[in-house]
């Protein structure tokens, strides 16, 4: 039963240049109000699957050749980007991807240029609030911040629409532990209090499990593995490959 799924992909399969098969046979879904995690390593497929959702797989030569992708009760796979968001469904893409000459308050703007000026000035409040370093930063050369508060800004941007559906690709790739704290603790909290649902594609399995409600492992374009996050993080095969507790 799908009803209670915001998000649910079913036996999805994806093709680069018509040979290389990156995701086979996954089923997965997100429900309203969770944190959903996407996990593996290199290579395993995470990305492909967010590519897919988000329908930029044209732009790489992908295409779906089985299964469906179902947004809010629509099926959104063959939807354009742009139609995509405009549904509510809105990714902070792997490498934060801003416009790195502009500022951190005109990033924030671009990700709100959907929204009327009213609700516009509303959301980069509540930007400000959840981040406000990127308030004391506003007026800052996006391209010159750190690491960390580029990934703060490519999550502010994302949340400027109001998304029904957060994705977000690796946002701890490359950071220090303590910004990492810092944005988990953000995703914790908008689920916590404003009862956002989030899809977070990690390869640090032990950073994702803290927050998550629900996981999937996947390997070699597969789902492996999937369970309520607490209890993969106790699981012993988990710890052993994932957490590198074995
Ligand atoms: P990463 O953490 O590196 O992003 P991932 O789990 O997200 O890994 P994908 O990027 O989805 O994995 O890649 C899955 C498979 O598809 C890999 O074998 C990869 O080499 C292949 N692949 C990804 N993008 C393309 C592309 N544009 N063209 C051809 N093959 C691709």
Known sequence: ????????IRNLKVVYNSSIEAVRDVSLSVS???IVALLGANGAGKSTILKGVSGVLFTEDGEIENGSINFRGENISELMPDLIVGRGLVQVPEGRRLFAPLTVHENLVMGGHLVGSKVLAERLEF??????RLKEKASHISGYLSGGEQQMVAVG???MSDPKLLCL????LGLAPQIIDEIFKVLRKLRDENGAS???VEQNAHRALEIADYAYIMENGRVVMDGAADALANNRDVKEFYLGLG
Do not use: H, Q, T
């Not at 930007?127 to 406000?132: A, D, G, H, M, S």
């Open 157 to 159: 941007r994302a949340l």
């Open 127 to 132: 930007v400000f609030e959840l981040f406000p």
């Open 169 to 172: 690709d690796e946002p701890s």
């Open 32 to 34: 309203a109000g969770k």
């Open 1 to 8: 039963d799908d009803s209670e799924n915001l998000l649910s």
């Open 198 to 200: 989030i899809l977070l």
